[in-house]
């Protein structure tokens, strides 16, 4: 499916008119009837409020993931307050592309040279002032192999490890991912036990 699908696909599921979806996501509800029609593409920042709406990531509101799983919570050191600023979510777009593009090994004229899309396309993505298509989403998160919510700031990079876990856990059914899930939130309640023991100093006898 694709994005217009998705999304009609969500907001019925959600039992929402059009009007009132727009009104959820601040845009009018002609933008709404456009995005479903596909005429019409979201910009980054609607995006991510879709996403975040619906509680499922962006890979999925475009159609790179097969299934709809849930958007990681919002914790830590992740970009969710800047959101509302195009310049900064533009400038975390270009950090992140770069940060890619050094990961790979390439530089920056290699990317430009490689990517279909262009070089003063990528130029333009790679100095915090253009605005991707869900198109250039995709394929940017393909040829840089990573996610396209890293690309938008809303998840950290994974590496091979956790590709493999993620991969295993898909894999497996439903009772043995509850299994792995429950197992999962014992070691993080040793893990800070111990970490807040070590931090307790020890007593002098007395």
């Given at each position: 499916?694709?994005?217009g699908q998705i999304l009609k696909q969500l907001r019925i599921t959600k039992g929402l008119t059009q009007?009132?979806?727009?009104?959820?996501?601040?845009?009018s509800k002609s933008n709404i009837s456009k995005y479903e029609a596909g005429s019409v593409e979201p910009n980054m920042s609607v995006l991510i409020r879709i996403s975040e709406y619906f509680e499922v990531s962006v890979d999925c509101l475009l159609g790179k993931n097969a299934k709809n799983e849930s958007a990681p919570e919002k914790e830590?050191?992740?970009f969710f307050f800047f959101f509302d600023n195009e310049n900064l979510l533009r400038d975390i777009f270009s950090?992140?592309?770069?940060?890619?593009?050094l990961d790979m090994g390439l530089t920056e004229e290699d990317f430009k040279a490689a990517i279909s899309f262009g070089s003063k396309k990528a130029s333009s993505f790679l100095s915090g002032e253009g605005e991707p298509t869900a198109d250039d989403l995709i394929e940017l998160?393909?040829?840089?192999?990573?996610?396209?919510d890293?690309?938008?700031?809303?998840?950290?990079?994974?590496?091979?490890?956790?590709?493999?876990?993620?991969?295993?856990?898909v894999s497996l059914n439903t009772d043995n991912k509850d299994i792995l899930i429950g197992k999962a939130k014992e070691l993080l309640k040793e893990q800070r036990y111990e970490s807040v023991a070590?931090?307790?100093?020890?007593?002098?006898?007395?």
């Open positions: 499916m694709n994005f009007n009132e979806l727009a009104k959820i996501l601040d845009v830590n050191n992740f950090k992140r592309i770069r940060t890619a593009i998160s393909q040829f840089l192999d990573t996610s396209i890293y690309l938008l700031g809303q998840t950290p990079r994974i590496g091979n490890v956790e590709k493999k876990l993620l991969n295993t856990f070590a931090d307790v100093p020890l007593q002098k006898a007395k």
